[in-house]
Nanobody, 122 residues
């Protein structure tokens, strides 16, 4: 089992920045890919970014490409999502996830955090 805990969400004005963090515990010796997903009210959960176990492979949703950066520190069992130039449409609950493959599909991730709220005001 892997436990994931997100932090760093909050309220920010459009154009601002936030940095989300996700701390993993439990079976952290397993080589998991890590992903960030988000879910806005009334919408389905959507892919945001993913990073491979080694950190050399990253992939982003088109809607966040060039604004968000995913990174990880395996020594500290953490993954981060740096979010710049935030827009009101980025408002959502953001979830950290862990899985065997760095994919865009939520069904490929086995473990999920409880989520952290990000609200971007216009």
């Amino acid at each position: 089992q892997v436990q994931l805990v997100e932090s760093g969400g909050g309220l920010v004005q459009a154009g601002g920045s936030l940095r989300l963090s996700c701390a993993a515990s439990g079976r952290t010796e397993v080589a998991f890919a890590m992903g960030w997903f988000r879910q806005a009210p009334g919408k389905e959960r959507e892919f945001v970014a993913t990073i491979s176990w080694t950190g050399t492979g990253t992939y982003y949703a088109d809607s966040v490409k060039g604004r968000f950066t995913i990174s990880r520190d395996n020594a500290k069992n953490t993954v981060a999502l740096q979010m710049n130039s935030l827009k009101p449409e980025d408002t959502a609950v953001y979830y950290c996830s862990a899985g065997r493959l760095a994919t865009v599909m939520s069904r490929d991730y086995d473990y999920w955090g409880q989520g952290t709220q990000v609200t971007v005001s216009s």
